[in-house]
């Protein structure tokens, strides 16, 4: 069961801006352990996005940003593209489970 | 180039186990760890476990403990589930771990392997 809880979905028409939450609690997010998040288009596996809360590794379209406050964590997409439609996933640290948690998943839809 | 290698999808009964691996290459295998990641049909991300490739020691997520193992030899690391159920039907995923401010980040992802459990 994931403890990181995200939207089931957001859409938006090409060149529109769309953001992503990430609510956790006090154990994780809120504990200032840092959130990264990952892209999955259809069919694949994840590829690292976003990490360190708001560092796109190298090759990452600076359209994607991230940011985090309190106990929870944004992925921001800005002049959304029909590329960009896939799932969005967070993931951070629990120190009460002792264990790493990913969201529950955000399909974005690209109108 | 960084490249992590699945074994191929798997049939399996309940109560039966299995081994996936996931072959490493275009890195030292022993300088970053090994986290296997699972995706029931439709559903989010689940983290099952990590090992560190150097010494072999393993943590597991709280509700597969005592149901899966996590080994490595000279470049592969293996993933074995037992008693299998049909709820563990999924694709899972072998990652690359990279320690990063107390937490880890999975920057290179094998291709995934499909585990059915049916009867």
């Known amino acids: 069961q994931s403890v990181l809880t995200q939207p089931t979905s957001v859409s938006g028409a090409p060149g529109q801006r769309v953001t992503i939450s990430c609510t956790g609690t006090?154990?994780?997010?809120?504990?200032?352990?840092?959130v990264h998040w990952y892209q999955q288009l259809p069919g694949a596996a994840p590829t690292l996005l976003i990490y360190g809360n708001n560092i796109r590794p190298s090759g990452v379209p600076d359209r994607f940003s991230g940011s985090n406050s309190g106990t929870s964590a944004s992925l921001a997409i800005t002049g959304l593209q029909a590329e960009d439609e896939a799932d969005y996933h967070c993931?951070?640290?629990?120190?009460?489970?002792?264990?790493?948690?990913f969201g529950t998943g955000t399909k974005v839809t690209v109108l | 180039q960084v490249q992590l290698v699945q074994s191929g999808a798997e049939v399996r009964k309940p109560g039966a186990s299995v081994k996936v691996s996931c072959k490493a290459s275009?890195?030292?295998?022993?300088?970053?760890?090994i986290t296997w990641v699972r995706q029931a049909p439709g559903q989010g991300l689940e983290w099952m476990g990590w090992?560190?490739?150097?010494?072999?020691n393993a943590n597991y997520a709280q509700n597969l403990q005592g149901r899966v193992t996590m080994t490595t030899d000279t470049s592969t690391a293996y993933m074995e589930l037992r008693s299998l159920r049909s709820d563990d039907t999924a694709v899972y995923f072998c990652?690359?771990?990279?320690?990063?401010?107390?937490?880890?980040?999975?920057?290179?992802w094998g291709q995934g392997t499909l585990v059915s459990v049916s009867s």
């Open positions: 006090s154990s994780n997010i809120g504990a200032g352990y840092d």
């Open positions: 090992i560190t490739t150097y010494n072999g």
């Open positions: 275009g890195y030292t295998f022993t300088k970053y760890g």
């Open positions: 990652a690359r771990g990279r320690s990063y401010n107390l937490n880890l980040l999975f920057d290179f």
């Open positions: 993931q951070s640290y629990d120190n009460s489970l002792s264990g790493y948690v």
